[in-house]
C-alpha cells in the first residue's frame, strides 16, 4: 500500500512513520509513505503557502495552488492505482477501527493536513474524497491525525504484525475493550497473576478472557455493548462478572 500525505511538516510525518511496526513495515515494503510538502510547489520568491481569509477575521488559509501542485504529484508518483484523498479535519466523520481497516484495504491513500484554519474549501469540493477526525477535539493542524491514520492502517498490511493474531486480538477488532495481561514473575509484590492462566487449561484461559472483555466493555464502555447484540454464550459470562463485581464491591463498603 501507498500513502502519501500533503504537509507542511514533512520531516514530522516521516519520522512518525519510521518506527515500530510501521517503520518496519516500511522495511519489508508492504508500506511506503511518502510526504509532500506544498512550499516546494510556491511559485513565488517568498514560497507563500497561505493567505488571509477573504471576508476579513484572523487566520490564515492554505492556498489552493501550492497544496494542489502537492496533491497532483502524489496522485502522479503512484501511477496506475486509483488514489482516495481525505482531509484530516473536525468536521469530518469519527474515525473507528471499522473505517481503519476498510481504508487499511485500497492500494493508494493521499492524506491531506491543513494548519492554520484549514485549506481553502474549493479544493476540498474539487479534490477530497472525505474528511475525517480522529476525535472531538481541536488539533494544531491535520499531522497527528495522518500519523494516526497511518499507524492504525499500517500495522493492518499483511505481515506488518510478527503475530497475525494478535491484530484480530484487538480492542475493538470484535467490538470489545482488550482483557488484562500478564507477564512473569507469576508472584510479584504487585500481587499473583490470576490462577486460571497459570492453569494451562486453554478452554477456560479463552474463558476467563472473554469474560473479562465483556465485563470490562460494561464497565468503562457501556456504549460499545448497548451497539451490539451478545450470544448466549456471552451473556451467561458477563451476568457471572456483573455478579462477581457487584459481590466484591459491597464486600468493600465499610458498613456492608
Ligand atoms: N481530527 N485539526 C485540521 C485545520 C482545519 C481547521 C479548520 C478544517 C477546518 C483534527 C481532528 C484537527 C485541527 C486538523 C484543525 N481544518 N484533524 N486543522 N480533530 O483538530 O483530525
Redesign the pocket.
Known sequence: MRIDVITLFPDFVRSCAAVGVVGRAQERELLSVTAWNPRDFATDSYRTVDGRTCGGGPGMVMLIAPTREAIVAARKAGSGSKSRTIY?????SRLTQAKVAELAREDHLILLC??Y??VDERLIAAEVDEE????D??????EL?AAVLIDAIGRLQDGALNDAASAEQDSFSDGLLDCPHYARPMVDELGAVPDVLQSGNHAMIRRWRLKQSLGRTWLRRPDLLARRELGSQARTLLEEFRREWLAARAGDKPEA
Open positions: 484530516l479535519s473536525p468536521q469530518g491543513g494548519r484554519e484549514g475525517i477526525s480522529i476525535g477535539y481541536v488539533l494544531s493542524g491535520g491525525g
